[in-house]
Structure formats: structure tokens, C-alpha cells
């Protein structure tokens, strides 16, 4: 069972469009990140976030921003969706580093 | 930088026989955890087992068992009685125990698991 909900599952949008991907978690984590998951299944991470008003970007340079304005809350905008966009993004918090991440269900995005 | 090595894209294994993926992953330090997470077709990504790596004892939960290995930086997975539930992708992971990581994973590209009937 999921504490962390990542909407909307799938999106399809035409290119130029701007976009939110919304993460939300009620684990009360302060860290979270947001992976891009390419088509052959690796994991890169774009960003991520120590905790209110603090986020970095990952080893992946990405179009992308986020915001972490409550705890809760850690979405990600593209500003003007490209084909290139296309991909799997992960949505995942964490506590302690002994229990690994979180993860939510993912947004499928394809951008025509 | 760590390092996480997958070395089996993909593996098959027979309905209710055993699988073991590998994964070595390359550290300086001595403070870590290790991950094994399975992300089944078109479903969330969940994790299958942890391991401290000051703890010598091998994790297991049911039917997933760890084959840790420190000296030689191997962090296996065996599957026993495998069911076809079980297909999915399986990511290794590491994380580093100290301050000022923040906490972050470091994956490495995933086996894909099949099982056959």
C-alpha cells in the first residue's frame, strides 16, 4: 500500500506544453527525489531534496525544476514538454538511510 | 564515486525452481546498506530485501535471501520456489551510511527476471 502518490499514471501532451508532475507522501519524509527511468530501465536521478525550501539537482542534467514548498509536496515542471521529455518518472522519500527509498507508481509521460 | 554492477541484463528461471542475481558494487566505505528492489511490469517499485553491511549475517525475507559478501564487494540475491509473481525487473542498490550523502541510492541497471510456467 502506497504512501506516496504520484499523479497523473500516464500523460500524453503535445510538444511546447508546460506540465506538473505532482508527488505527495504522508510518511512525513524529508527527503525525496525524482528519477527519470529511461526505456531500457535504468534509474537517473534529476533531483532531489533535504527538505522545505531546499532541493539540488541529480547526476542527470534534466530540463526539469521542482519545489519543495511543504514537506509533503515535491513536484516537478517542465516549462516546455519535447519529445526528448518522453520517459518514466519516479517519484520516491526516504527516512533513514537504513530503510532505502519509498517509492510511488510512477508518470508515464509522452510528449508528441 | 559507488559504484553498482549488474552483470545479467536478464535471467529465466522454471516455476518453483531457484535464481540467484548477481551484483557487486565498488565502495571506500565501510558504513553502507544494500538494496534489492523489483519493479513488476507497469507497477511500483518495491523493496524485496536490505542489508547492513556491519552485519554479517545474510538477510532473508521468505523466500529472498541475501549472499553478502563484504571482502569482495558481492551482494547477491537468491529467489527460492520461484513464482510467476516474481517476473519483474530487479534492481540493486547501495547507499552510504555517513552524514552528508544525502541518503541518496545508487542503482545499478537492473536484471530482468523471467519466470516460466
Known amino acids: 500500500e502506497a504512501d506516496i502518490y504520484q499523479t497523473p499514471r500516464y500523460l500524453v501532451i503535445g510538444t511546447g506544453k508546460k506540465i506538473t508532475l505532482e508527488c505527495s507522501q504522508t510518511?512525513?519524509?524529508?527527503?525525496m527525489y525524482w528519477y527519470q527511468q529511461d526505456p531500457g530501465m535504468e534509474l537517473h536521478l534529476i533531483h532531489y531534496s533535504y527538505g522545505v525550501n531546499s532541493t539540488e539537482k541529480g547526476d542527470l542534467s534534466s530540463e526539469s525544476t521542482v519545489s519543495r514548498i511543504r514537506t509533503e509536496h515535491f513536484p516537478l515542471t517542465l516549462e516546455s514538454a519535447r519529445p526528448s521529455h518522453t520517459s518514466q518518472y519516479l517519484c520516491?522519500?526516504?527516512?533513514?538511510?537504513?530503510?532505502?527509498?519509498?517509492f510511488g507508481s510512477g508518470t508515464r509521460l509522452t510528449v508528441v | 564515486a559507488q559504484t553498482v554492477t549488474q552483470s545479467q541484463p536478464e535471467m529465466s528461471v522454471q516455476e518453483a525452481e531457484t535464481v540467484t542475481l548477481s551484483c557487486t558494487y565498488d565502495?571506500?566505505?565501510?558504513?553502507?546498506?544494500l538494496f534489492w528492489y523489483k519493479q513488476p511490469p507497469s507497477r511500483q517499485m518495491i523493496l524485496v530485501i536490505r542489508q547492513e553491511a556491519y552485519k554479517q549475517q545474510n538477510a532473508t525475507e521468505n523466500r529472498f535471501s541475501v549472499n553478502f559478501q563484504k571482502a569482495a564487494k558481492s551482494f547477491s540475491l537468491k529467489i527460492s520456489d520461484s513464482q510467476l509473481g516474481d517476473a519483474a525487473m530487479y534492481f540493486c542498490?547501495?547507499?552510504?551510511?555517513?552524514?552528508?550523502?544525502?541518503?541518496?541510492?545508487?542503482f545499478g541497471k537492473g536484471t530482468l527476471l523471467t519466470v516460466n510456467p
Open positions: 542498490a547501495y547507499r552510504s551510511g555517513g552524514g552528508g550523502s544525502n541518503y541518496k541510492l545508487t
Open positions: 520516491a522519500s526516504s527516512e533513514l538511510p537504513a530503510y532505502g527509498y519509498t
Open positions: 565502495t571506500s566505505e565501510s558504513d553502507y546498506y
Open positions: 510518511m512525513g519524509h524529508d527527503k
